[in-house]
């Protein structure tokens, strides 16, 4: 079946420096790809997201980019904050005759002051 | 952003008693709903969808029978865990889309779910 797959599980930087999660999903008809920031016992909260026709979108410190061809999408964070510090989530989204969504196991970022 | 209230947060039930969870879309209408069951530590586990006024599509695995979906209108889901054991124990999420061309879902705060 679909499935996306997130490295690495777990993630620890020093403040300052640029911490990347890369996913890959295996649906072809995947078309949307949000990125989650979850802190621990809250719920997820959007971060950044790209579409299917586009390769890269960046939000200040964040940025995401997409290689359709190859299935796999990036998540970057630059002079990361111990404020950053939570469990990040890929997932991949397929919007056709009906919505079907698969996230990604989770990426623990650790930064440390 | 749009604004998702999932009710209760915490429940604790007694194994064999059924627990519902709500969730609504507050400043919006959500014509799709998600919903997940997240294990400590672990990722977002899609349950099923459920879409305002038809029945709702289960992921292969969660029995349709013992996690009862309504999606009764526009701005409210309910996921009812019947005939619930401590195995069922977990964390429950909801999401909601407007499905107007804005493909963003917004999260519930999530249901900790304890049966003893």
């Known amino acids: 079946g679909e499935n996306v797959e997130q490295h690495p599980s777990t993630l620890s930087v020093q403040e300052g420096d640029s911490a990347v999660i890369k996913c890959t999903y295996s649906?072809?008809?995947?078309?949307?790809f949000p990125w989650y920031k979850q802190e621990l016992g809250k719920r997820p909260q959007l971060i950044i997201d790209?579409?299917?026709?586009?390769g890269e979108k960046k939000d200040q410190r964040i940025a995401v980019t997409l290689n359709k061809t190859a299935k796999h999408f990036s998540l970057h964070i630059t002079e990361t904050q111990p404020e950053d510090s939570a469990v990040y989530f890929c997932a991949a989204y397929t919007f056709t005759s009906y919505d079907k969504v698969i996230f990604g196991p989770g990426t623990s970022l650790s930064v440390i002051p | 952003g749009a604004v998702v209230s999932q009710h209760p947060s915490r429940v604790i039930c007694k194994s064999g008693t059924s627990v519902k969870i709500e969730c609504r879309s507050l400043d919006f209408q959500a014509t799709t709903m998600f919903w997940y069951r997240q294990f400590p530590k672990q990722s977002l586990m899609l349950m099923a969808t459920?879409?305002?006024?038809?029945?709702?599509?289960?992921e292969q695995g969660v029995e349709k029978d013992k996690f009862l979906i309504n999606h009764a209108s526009l701005t409210l889901s309910t996921l009812t865990v019947t005939s619930a054991h401590p195995e069922d124990s977990s964390f429950y999420i909801c999401?909601?889309?407007?499905?107007?061309?804005?493909?963003?879902?917004?999260f519930g705060q999530g249901t900790r779910l304890t049966v003893v």
């Open positions: 649906d072809s008809a995947s078309n949307y």
């Open positions: 790209i579409r299917s026709n586009v």
């Open positions: 999401s909601a889309e407007t499905g107007l061309g804005n493909t963003e879902a917004f």
């Open positions: 459920s879409n305002e006024g038809s029945k709702a599509t289960y």
